[in-house]
């Protein structure tokens, strides 16, 4: 019966600063901040730094990695560990700073089914010399174009809408209806991917490929 009374339970025991850890590496620390000599205080320090280490022994040896075994010892310790320490010691207010909110890019494309990469693959092309790499550029983004409308709408696509999209996208700088450009004809795309399809796996009637089973 008194050990059953005598039992400890987690929520009546103190926080653990670093749960990795475990509560006796935890009890370790308040056993060091309690400890009246520097000397033996210090000596203490060091022999939990070397246990906290061995967890890891490919990196005990590594300096960040052991600055890192620092810092998390004073956090244990709720900093109140007044020991020698090899390295500068982080203080409390550095450690508990947030960091900083990434900055993510915030696109938003006005024909979004051609995606991000075809609008920078533009943004490069306006900034070539007019000459015959930059058209053949210009055309090569153009049909990247039709194969993307034809992905994500439909069957079929005119030339012209696609040439119109890219005048829009270049602010009118690239025009290759003008230039009396012609793309590769939906049907060939349609093809390929249809070819595609069948090596994943896929028939021509849209079933899965007959497998002979392996014993």
């Known amino acids: 019966m008194n050990i059953v009374e005598n039992l400890e339970y987690n929520t009546e025991r103190p926080q653990l600063y670093i749960p990795e850890y475990g509560r006796h590496f935890q009890k370790m620390v308040d056993h060091a901040v309690a400890i009246a000599d520097r000397e ?3 000596k203490e320090a060091k022999a939990i730094i070397s ?4 967890l890891q022994p490919h990196l005990r040896d ?6 890192k075994l620092w810092d998390q010892l004073f956090i244990m310790s709720d ?18 700073q947030r960091p900083e909110p990434l900055k993510y890019p915030q696109n938003h ?3 979004r089914f ?12 306006v ?3 007019k000459g015959d790499m930059r058209s053949g550029l210009e055309y090569a983004i153009a049909n990247h174009m039709k194969k993307c409308y034809l992905t994500w709408n439909k069957d079929t696509v005119e030339d012209t809408a696609i040439f119109e999209h890219l005048k829009d996208m270049s602010d009118g700088q690239i025009d290759l209806a003008r230039d009396g450009e012609n793309l590769t004809e939906s049907n060939q795309f349609l093809k390929n991917r249809q070819a595609k399809s069948n090596r994943n796996g896929t028939n021509k009637k849209g079933g899965q490929r007959s497998r002979k089973k392996r014993f």
């Open 40 to 42: 033996e205080r210090n």
């Open 51 to 54: 246990v906290m280490g061995n």
């Open 62 to 67: 590594v300096p960040d990695f052991q600055h």
């Open 79 to 96: 900093f109140k560990l007044d020991v020698d320490s090899p390295f500068p010691i982080t203080s409390k207010e550095v450690l508990q």
């Open 109 to 111: 494309p006005k024909y």
């Open 114 to 125: 051609y995606g991000n990469n075809i609008k920078r693959m533009i943004d490069v092309a």
């Open 127 to 129: 900034k070539w010399e």
